[in-house]
């Protein structure tokens, strides 16, 4: 089955500065990566997402890339502010999965200090 | 609409005791899924459901059992508790077919078994 490691598990930036999220899959057959972002207390919520078809997807402040030779994508955030500050999650899945069920990493936690 | 809906919020169990935790939904999603989150290891999904009356086994079944008699409900049963068992539940739903992987998550059941 599929194998999502994501790096590195805590992050601290500044206020302003970028952050940066990697993750590596080991199943060629995924092609569906989202990215999604849990607030304290609360459950993970889908921020950005990309497809095998595209390399690159930018949404305002959020970017994700996708290098799918290596088998790696990378979250990044620029500009950071203290409302980023949260665990940030990467998945993977094959978009025919019948059920859609994602396998996700362990997990980043992102601090950003005013 | 509300939602995904998860109760209770916060439980606490005797080894050996079972329970359900619920979750319903009303977007009229066809998938719902339950997930169980511990420390670096991000989400692992449990039980799934495609639509009513068909379940299917995920990562890490053992101990929990599901059913999916209407679409909007998906309870998980813990028959007989166990601390390893210690954990924040999430049980999550989405449309079906290709363009349908987008995760919907409830706010959580954080389980303490004694």
């Known amino acids: 089955g599929e194998n999502v490691e994501q790096h590195p598990s805590t992050l601290s930036v500044q206020e302003g500065d970028s952050a940066v999220i990697k993750c590596t899959y080991s199943?060629?057959?995924?092609?569906?990566f989202p990215w999604y972002k849990q607030e304290l207390g609360k459950g993970p919520q889908l921020i950005i997402d990309i497809r095998s078809n595209v390399g690159e997807k930018k949404d305002q402040r959020i970017a994700v890339t996708l290098n799918k030779t290596a088998k790696h994508f990378s979250l990044h955030i620029t500009e950071t502010q203290p409302e980023d500050s949260a665990v940030y999650f990467c998945a993977a899945s094959p978009l025919n999965n019948a059920g859609n069920m994602l396998t996700f990493g362990g997990g980043t936690r992102l601090m950003v200090k005013p | 609409n509300a939602g995904v809906t998860q109760t209770p919020k916060f439980q606490v169990l005797k080894t050996g005791q079972s329970m359900t935790l619920q979750c319903a939904q009303d977007?009229?999603?066809?998938?719902m899924s339950w997930y169980r989150q511990d420390p670096g290891m991000g989400l692992r999904l449990i039980h799934y459901?495609?639509?009513?009356?068909?379940?299917d086994q995920g990562e890490v079944p053992n101990g929990y059992n599901v059913s999916r008699s209407t679409t909007e409900d998906f309870p998980l049963r813990l028959l007989s508790a166990a601390p390893s068992q210690t954990s924040v539940y999430f049980c999550?739903?989405?449309?079906?077919?290709?363009?349908?992987?987008?995760?919907?998550f409830g706010a959580g059941t954080r389980l303490s078994v004694l």
């Open positions: 199943d060629s057959a995924s092609n569906y």
């Open positions: 977007m009229n999603h066809e998938y």
């Open positions: 459901s495609v639509g009513a009356g068909i379940t």
């Open positions: 999550a739903s989405s449309y079906s077919g290709q363009a349908a992987n987008i995760q919907y």
